[in-house]
């Protein structure tokens, strides 16, 4: 719990001083500093704007794919490559048992230190994650088993080697497998759904959402230089850009975009890894346990439908 | 403001724009070579010195198209503006105003049908001069409308694509219409209907990385700009330049992503023969 976000100053003073009281031995001064700080960060939490729900989206310590196969999932096997020119650590892939049930669970990666980091490339997928994506939908499609997609990127990779292996297409085409498997596809936002890369593989059955996740056409710092002509950093006008763009969970509700909010703990995922996971584990089995009875084609079509009418008049 | 430039303005006001000598010439964004305008346009606004292809609008791609530049245009019923209430340094349905003003579009995709080479076929060109070609509710919609115009009658749908960029004031909704026309080009597919996408300059984001990729083939235009991320996203990325010929049409072909590159003026011949072999259609006499 050492990182704390700028708008989480006055927590951070309460909860130091709450640790300083305790390792003094003031256990009745402790608690209520706790307590106060839980109090804020409820207040806070409770009516963040959009710029800082993106960082709470983007905080380190949030739960990622890793800690999401571990608390979900037992029997896990990570898969690899895309049969056709490499593995990409930015996507990941496994076979994994939900609720007794073999499934497919493919999700960004973004790392949890600097040399893991650098390792998933920061979950900005290159051409090789999104056809291994499309290998493990398809093999989920041929076995009858439900694919589960835990998104989370800043971004498609934008680099010469993307560009020179066709990442445009790689992203089109996943999109496309979305769209064309015949078993129930869940897609669970739990971070950053930066636009195409994170689109590619959440065009599913249901598109749940974490509730301080964001999901949009670009950054809202991409979007401020462009509309606003602000650099990033300093007088970015990347908060009213998040604003202006819909980027959270209940805008994206409200729109239809997405079908389900999952509720956070206080204080955001990253404080309580645990109740986070207890929540992710409910709604994703009534999720796929309404999806399970209906036959391919109802499925595929249905996904079709829902994706048809984005935007309709 | 000199006298010079100031008594040039008051002529433009009283003549309107379309005849001061300003549009007289063109200068030839490749080369810089000053055309003659209506030369240049019946060129088909590729530069006789470099062979630069120009952007060109809608209607001068249908004409350009169709057989004997016989068409009619496909209406869309539109979605409402400004599903978001955005605003930026500007209201987005300030910016719809003046891209509707200056192009004679509802928005950055329009459509038509009628013969290539023989072949009844439907046809949508996105307009870079409508808002970048910008990919909102309103190009989805009439990207849905002309797959199923193409289902219904079972022509072709031939796809000229353009766009730089997302629509950013549509938020999400902009990103929807990657999955939303994806929908539409897996029926095309499924029903045995062409879908044949023509890439033009620029070509890049979430078009490049939904249905200007899943085309049955891909032309693209000499020297077109065709990529998912943009060069200055990248540059900033890996902090260095970027190589010669980097994004254009015929690195695209090198790297097996488009078919075959096409001069303008071979453009409507080539479709005609690829359409009527994909339809089976004879060869005419
Ligand atoms: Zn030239």
Redesign the interface.
Known sequence: MSTYLEFEAGVAALETSAARAEGEGRAAEAAELRERATRQLKDLYARLTPWQRTLVARHPARPHIPHYLAGLFTEVMPLAGDRLYGEDPAIVGALARFEGQSVVVIGHAKGEDTESRLRHNFGMARPEGYRKAQRLMQLADRFGLPVITFVDTPG?????D????????A???T??T???IGVPLVALIVGEGG??GA??IA?GNRVLMLEHSI????SPE??AS????TPAGRGSKAP??AE????TAA??LR?G?IDRIVYEPVGGAHRDHALTMTRVRTALAEELAALEAQPRAALREAR?EK??K???? | MSWLTRGRARIQQILGRRDVPDNLWTKCRGCGTMLYTKEFEANLSVCPACGHHERIGPAARFALLFDGAVFERIPV?M??DD??K????KRYPERLKAARAATGEADALALAKGTIGTVPSVVGVQDFAFLGGSM??GV??AF?RAAEVALAERRPFVMVTAAG??R?????????????T??????LKEAGVPYVVVLTDPTT??V???????GDVHIAEPGALI????AR??ES??REK??EG??RAEYLLA???VDMVVRRHELAATLGRLLRHLTRTPEPA
């Open positions: 498609a990779f934008p680099g010469v993307a560009e020179e292996r066709g990442q445009a297409e992203i089109a085409r999109t496309e979305c769209l064309a636009s195409g689109v590619a065009a999901y949009s056409v670009i991409g979007c462009i509309l606003w002509r009213e850009a202006a763009m819909k980027v805008d994206l729109l975009v079709r994706f048809l984005m935007g309709a008049l | 019923e979605p409402a599903p978001l955005f605003r930026d340094l909102g509710v989805g919609a849905v960029g997302a950013m004031q549509e938020g999400i909704l902009s990103l929807m219409q990657m999955p939303r994806t929908v539409m080009v897996a029926r984001g979430g490049t990385a939904s249905y200007a990729m899943l990529g998912f991320a943009g996203v990248i990325t890996i970027l190589p980097f994004q790297h097996g992503m």
